[in-house]
Nanobody, 120 residues
Framework: QVQLVESGGGLVQPGGSLRLSCAAS????????MGWYRQTPGKQRELVAI???????NYGDSVKGRFTISRENDKNTVYLQMNSLKPEDTAVYYC??????????????WGQGTQVTVSS
């Protein structure tokens, strides 16, 4: 089992910046990718950004050019740098980790979520 702990959420002004961090527990499992998703009440969780173990990245259309995901593999930490924040970015942001058990297949773990509020 992979344990994930997010930090860095808070209240920011429109146009401001925020950096989220997600720390993954050390384990014997192989983590294939880590990512960030966000969710608002009554809506489905949507992809923000993902990064693979090889460093490839993908972003949701609404955040391209504004957000950057990065990963420190040896420190088991993933970051989300959010710039030019808009009110519509307000959501609970969840860290994810896709990992594989050698015998039993693929799994996904979620962090507890961190609130990001963009408001004047």
């Amino acid at each position: 089992q992979v344990q994930l702990v997010e930090s860095g959420g808070g209240l920011v002004q429109p146009g401001g910046s925020l950096r989220l961090s997600c720390a993954a527990s050390v384990s014997i499992f192989s983590i294939n990718s880590m990512g960030w998703y966000r969710q608002t009440p009554g809506k489905q969780r949507e992809l923000v950004a993902i990064i693979t173990s090889g460093g490839s990245t993908n972003y949701g259309d609404s955040v391209k050019g504004r957000f950057t995901i990065s990963r420190e593999n040896d420190k088991n930490t993933v970051y989300l740098q959010m710039n030019s924040l808009k009110p519509e970015d307000t959501a609970v942001y969840y860290c994810s980790a896709d990992w594989r058990h050698g015998l039993y297949g693929n799994f996904r773990s979620w962090g507890q979520g961190t609130q990001v509020t963009v408001s004047s």
